[in-house]
Nanobody, 117 residues
Framework: QVQLVESGGGLVQAGGSLRLSCAASGRTFSSYVMGWFRQAPGKEREFVSHIRSSGSTYYSDSVKGRFTISRDNAKNMVNLQMNSLKPEDTAVYYC???????????WGQGTQVTVSS
């Protein structure tokens, strides 16, 4: 089992930065693909970024060039550095985990990110 807990959300002005963290527990953490998703009020949950066990990363077009995902397997941590934030980035951000091409089996409770103009 993998347990996930997000932190680091808050209120920031447009153009600012915020760093989200996801603390994970579980014996197989290093083998999982770790992802970040977000959900704004009244909208569907959307993919933001993922990082594979190899360290390879992928980003949605909306955040590419502004966000950076990273992981530290020794510390069982996944981070999302968010720069040049925009009001449309406002959402609850969720950390998630999966194996290979399977579904995201594990989810955190989410952390609120609010970007004001």
């Amino acid at each position: 089992q993998v347990q996930l807990v997000e932190s680091g959300g808050g209120l920031v002005q447009a153009g600012g930065s915020l760093r989200l963290s996801c603390a994970a527990s579980g014996r197989t953490f290093s083998s999982y693909v770790m992802g970040w998703f977000r959900q704004a009020p009244g909208k569907e949950r959307e993919f933001v970024s993922h990082i594979r066990s190899s360290g390879s990363t992928y980003y949605s077009d909306s955040v590419k060039g502004r966000f950076t995902i990273s992981r530290d397997n020794a510390k069982n941590m996944v981070n999302l550095q968010m720069n040049s934030l925009k009001p449309e980035d406002t959402a609850v951000y969720y950390c998630s985990a999966r194996r290979g091409t399977g579904p995201y089996d594990y989810w955190g409770q989410g952390t609120q990110v609010t970007v004001s103009s």
